[in-house]
């Protein structure tokens, strides 16, 4: 179990004080789904140090919503039952000019014991840019426009 960065809790404090004082209230965290569509939590600015300590929870049903919202399964995703924990991207959190008040992160996904979650598709990408580089490759790739 990865425990959390206390480098990543402290800069989550400065980025609370700092949109704060510009005015924003919320931030949509985000990660688009296996069907393409972009799922959405939301948390008041002054959970970001929470969010950060200890991950926001979601079902890992989502991976299975087919675009139509019909559900299937998957050898890692059986259905509703257990949670994940979404981390936002402190690199990416960006203020949004066309939505006063708000900001916006993706998230990266890990089960409960902080254990990368298999259907990360942020997670999938790293890794697969990590083994390309291993076999002197360059990768620029992307699963969500961020």
Known sequence: M?????????RALRLTDR?????????????????????VKTIPIDRLEYAVTWGI???PVFDVFLIDD?????????????????????????????????AWAPVDRYTQEREPYAACQRGFARRMVKRAAERGLTLKVGFETE
Do not use: C, K
């Not at 924003?24 to 799922?39: H, K, P, S, Y």
């Not at 559900?71 to 949004?96: C, K, N, Q, W, Y």
């Open 2 to 10: 990865t425990l959390p960065d206390p480098l990543a809790v402290q």
């Open 19 to 39: 949109l704060s004082a510009a005015g924003i209230r919320g931030i949509a965290l985000t990660w688009v789904d296996n069907a393409g569509v972009t799922r």
């Open 57 to 59: 929870d979601m079902s």
């Open 70 to 102: 019909s559900v299937t399964t998957s050898r890692h995703i059986a259905g509703p039952d257990g949670d994940l924990r979404m981390f936002p991207d402190l690199d990416r959190l960006t203020e949004l000019a066309a939505q006063p008040g708000w």
